[in-house]
């Protein structure tokens, strides 16, 4: 991959114009994205519809950084004039997104199994998460703020933990789904039965905790990713001190080390299929 100071953009597909979009790398030190896009381009489809596969963020992936600048998956809509570099990459990337459907690619550090992204004001992002093979399906909600899936008809899947073949193989057969759900690939798509969740809070490390130290030594994480945590639960330690839940809520996300200042989300559940979450978000 070259550096670029744009997102880099491959059309494969019958016409000129776009129809649906697969992206990668808006993380620079997540590559599996962007290793299952080289594998379908590998691949020799005969695309149906006009495909157009995206790394989203050239400079962080050949510094092989989450970013440069800023998170770039904290910077959008973007700024064409910033001094950032990210959010002019941000920018640039809605021109290129448009309106179509259109699959972001992540990695994490939280948990093995994949998992989808959405903001449910898009209805065909929803739609589109509620068929993939994925076991959970999260709306955004607010909850994090400057993501793309909250800018344009996009979901976001999470293929499983960091610089893995395993997330690299997910994102693969992701990707192809993606595109058999939206008529891109012949054959037939390999459909999930999602739960779905929605984020409620952000969940803080501590503002004392010394940047230096492994982030493993000075927290142990119980709480396990979308199972439960009851009110009075001990869901963690913070060098050795007991962390109790005030209430019930569900973590996504949640890993000692994933993120800098933050251990991941508390959520809820919506539904244990598309029509009960759209039901419990008052959409029908």
């Known amino acids: 991959m070259s550096e670029s100071d744009s997102p880099e953009v491959t059309v494969r597909g019958p016409g000129s114009e776009p129809e ?3 992206i990668a790398g808006v993380h620079g030190d997540e590559p599996s994205g962007v290793r299952a896009i080289q594998r379908v381009l590998d691949a020799d489809h005969e695309f149906e519809r006009t495909v157009q596969f995206v790394y989203a963020n050239p400079p962080a992936l050949a510094a092989d950084r989450r970013y440069v600048d800023v998170d770039m998956n904290r910077a959008f809509p973007g700024d064409a004039g910033s001094d950032a570099q990210e959010e002019r990459l941000a920018a640039d990337l809605l021109e290129i997104v448009g309106d179509t ?4 690619l992540h990695a994490t550090h939280s948990q093995p199994e994949p998992m989808a992204l959405v903001s449910r004001a898009y209805e065909t992002a929803l739609s589109t998460a509620a068929d993939l ?3 959970s399906v999260v709306d955004t909600k607010e909850t994090v703020a400057g993501t793309l899936n909250q800018h ?3 979901v976001t899947v999470e293929a499983g933990r960091q610089r893995t073949e395993d997330a690299t193989d997910t994102a693969t057969m992701v990707i192809e789904t993606f595109l058999r759900i939206h008529d891109a690939l012949a054959g037939n798509a390999a459909t999930g039965e999602p739960t779905f969740f929605e984020l ?9 905790a010394p940047p230096a130290a492994a982030c493993d030594e000075l927290y142990d994480l119980r709480a396990e990713n979308f199972e439960l945590v009851s009110a009075g639960e001990t869901w963690a330690t913070i060098e050795g001190e007991d962390v109790v839940a005030d209430e019930p809520f569900v973590p996504v996300l949640m890993s000692e080390c994933g993120y800098q200042d933050i251990f991941g989300y508390k959520g809820g559940l919506a539904g244990e299929s598309l029509d009960d979450a759209r039901e419990y978000w008052g959409m029908d």
Do not use: M, Q
């Open 152 to 154: 344009a008809p996009v």
């Open 101 to 104: 459907p259109t699959l972001s």
């Open 200 to 208: 409620e809070d952000v969940v803080e490390k501590p503002d004392d």
């Open 133 to 135: 093979p994925v076991p």
């Open 20 to 22: 649906v979009t697969v």
